[in-house]
């Protein structure tokens, strides 16, 4: 097995495994919980206030070729090297997704990037409260409010 490297340098190599087996290859890529004890055997009880290390490793087999690399990531950094990874998956996958998958993600994109824009635009609001648009006129201030409230909330 591949020595564990800084998750820096992991990321690295990893770029470089999806570069290698771009054309014909293939990445495995695999994920646990790292709790070694050299004096005692693992325990596998599952507290909730224990946090354990990350253990990731990948694998390419390019041609005749097996290229191996491995990281561990402690519990504190792991938020930031998450980022990082997603990040690089994203990329590295996004090539390979079929023309729909594609589609379908671009789709939830433009309705997350609409529904952003509506709640940033105020809601127009009449000025008279009585009449035949007084239904109207309610829930156009009770979108309002819930468009402040819901701004209020994310920032």
Avoid at 47 to 74: C, E, F, N, P, W
Wanted: zero cysteines; charged letters at 35%; proline letters at 3%.
């Amino acid at each position: 097995m591949a020595p564990h490297v800084t998750p820096e340098e992991f990321i690295k190599d990893l770029t470089e495994l999806f570069r290698l087996a771009s054309d014909s290859g293939t990445v495995f890529l695999t994920q646990k919980r790292y709790d070694y004890n050299e004096n005692a055997d693992s325990n596998m009880n599952n507290t909730a206030d224990s946090q354990y290390d990350v253990l990731l490793r990948a694998s390419a087999q390019v041609g005749d070729k097996q290229h191996k690399t491995a990281t561990r990531i402690a519990s504190t950094q792991l938020d930031s090297f998450i980022g990082q990874y997603n990040s690089l998956l994203h990329q590295s996958l996004q090539a390979k997704m079929r023309k729909r998958d594609r589609k379908r993600e671009k789709r939830k994109a433009d309705i997350a990037a609409i529904r952003k824009r509506k709640l940033e635009t105020p809601t127009d609001i009449p000025k008279t409260k009585r009449g035949a648009g007084r239904r109207k006129f309610q829930r156009k201030v009770k979108a309002e409010q819930k468009r402040v409230q819901t701004l209020n909330k994310t920032l």
